[in-house]
């Protein structure tokens, strides 16, 4: 992707968030000089890898696969182990209109998945089977808030604004807004985007950025080149 595309999609993006009168953390504000200036200070949200990630997983195709995230807070897979202090992680996204999400798995994390406005969120899930595989046979059980939910493998589920869904590692699942874009919230237990995604198909996690412009914010992929200690 380019620099400018990404710049485009960071603006539009936040008009959206704002839209519905949901505010990020100051941290969002910060420039990538600031960010540089302020790195000491700032390592708790640079090692959590909070902040702004926007991917279109290597493809070059954003209009059709990609997805707007902001990584609001995150803890660290050593307390998780631990099972003490901070566990959890939230992030807010966007999926735009028929931009898919493509299918994939969690080894370590559950999320919660919430409809937070905008249009209907479609997720496609499958069921693993013994070695993690897609199981393109058995049902799939999820929760929505608070009930059970039985789908056959392969099954659409919509939710309406308001409404979420539980996943559980090896549940493979796939999303996109459907008729229209969706302002999806993500809770879940600590997240690790290095590790813990398993794609169906060969893909990147992060965007391969192309320099045409100055970066408007850091993505979080853009942490380790644009922040390294110099000298
Ligand atoms: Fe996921």
């Known amino acids: 992707m380019k620099r400018s595309e990404i710049n485009r999609i960071l603006r539009e993006g936040h008009d959206f968030i704002r839209s519905f009168s949901f505010h990020l953390p100051g941290f969002a504000r910060l420039t990538p000089d600031q960010m540089r200036e302020r790195r000491v200070e700032l390592s708790g949200i640079i090692s959590s890898r909070l902040g702004w990630d926007i991917t279109d997983y290597g493809q070059n195709d954003f209009e059709n696969l990609g997805l707007f995230l902001f990584t609001c807070r995150n803890g660290s897979q050593r307390d998780m182990k631990r099972g003490g202090t901070m566990c959890y992680a939230e992030k ?39 070695v993690g595989n897609i199981d393109s046979k058995a049902e799939v059980l999820v929760i929505t808030d608070g009930f059970d939910r039985r789908l056959s493998a392969g099954e659409t589920l919509l939710l309406a604004p308001g409404e979420s869904v539980t996943l559980k590692p090896g549940n493979w699942h796939a999303f996109w807004g459907e008729g229209g874009d969706v302002l999806i919230g993500e809770v879940s237990s600590v997240n690790d985007d290095l590790t813990d995604n398993i794609f169906a198909d060969p893909l990147g996690r992060f965007a391969e950025i192309e320099e045409d412009e100055a970066p408007l914010h850091l993505l979080v992929s853009d942490y380790d080149k644009w922040l390294a200690p110099q000298g």
């Open 92 to 130: 807010i996204m966007i999926s735009r209109r028929d931009q898919i999400s493509p299918m994939h798995r969690h080894i370590v994390k559950s999320e919660d998945i919430i409809n937070r406005g905008g249009a209907r969120l479609a997720l496609k899930m499958f069921s693993s089977d013994k």
